[in-house]
């Protein structure tokens, strides 16, 4: 565990609660990121700006992060593009089959004590632990 950052995550962990917690007071709406994009994508009723400045944060935060230097993450470069695609259209299928994405359901739905999000996330969770371990003990994909 040499990347292990407690006060990294805890610090990210924050900055999510509070943009969930913000975006919900001041406009009424879960940070659920799949159904923002979606709804960004179908063109939003009224004040469907927001999604696009959303997600613009979302796309640059981490870019200014690394142009400033502040993470020294590193992408990993020598995942097949098949895989990739095949992954991100699965997880998009998911999260329209499950009415929602982790950080709707994990993050929002949980702190309104949903049952239903938690039903969600506890499959969400229960699917990636298996997803991983197939990846890496059953397909031989390390890390």
């Given at each position: 565990m040499n990347q292990f950052t407690p006060v990294a995550a805890l610090s990210g962990g924050l900055l999510i609660g509070c943009s969930a917690v913000l975006l919900f007071w001041l406009l009424g709406r879960i940070a659920g990121i799949s159904?923002?994009?979606?709804?960004?994508?179908?063109?939003?009723?009224?004040?469907?700006?927001?999604?696009?400045?959303?997600?613009?944060?979302?796309?640059?935060?981490?870019?200014?992060?690394r142009a400033g230097h502040v993470i020294s993450f590193v992408p990993r470069q020598d995942f097949p593009l098949w895989a990739l695609v095949a992954g991100g259209i699965l997880v998009g299928a998911g999260t329209r089959l499950g009415s929602g994405c982790t950080s709707g359901h994990g993050v929002c739905g949980l702190g309104l004590r949903s049952r239903r999000s938690l039903a969600a996330t506890m499959t969400f969770m229960l699917m990636?632990?298996?997803?991983?371990?197939?990846?890496?003990?059953v397909a031989g994909v390390l890390p």
């Amino acid at each position: 565990m040499n990347q292990f950052t407690p006060v990294a995550a805890l610090s990210g962990g924050l900055l999510i609660g509070c943009s969930a917690v913000l975006l919900f007071w001041l406009l009424g709406r879960i940070a659920g990121i799949s159904g923002i994009l979606f709804g960004a994508l179908e063109q939003a009723r009224e004040g469907g700006t927001w999604r696009l400045w959303f997600l613009a944060g979302l796309l640059l935060g981490p870019l200014l992060m690394r142009a400033g230097h502040v993470i020294s993450f590193v992408p990993r470069q020598d995942f097949p593009l098949w895989a990739l695609v095949a992954g991100g259209i699965l997880v998009g299928a998911g999260t329209r089959l499950g009415s929602g994405c982790t950080s709707g359901h994990g993050v929002c739905g949980l702190g309104l004590r949903s049952r239903r999000s938690l039903a969600a996330t506890m499959t969400f969770m229960l699917m990636g632990m298996l997803t991983v371990y197939v990846v890496r003990h059953v397909a031989g994909v390390l890390p």
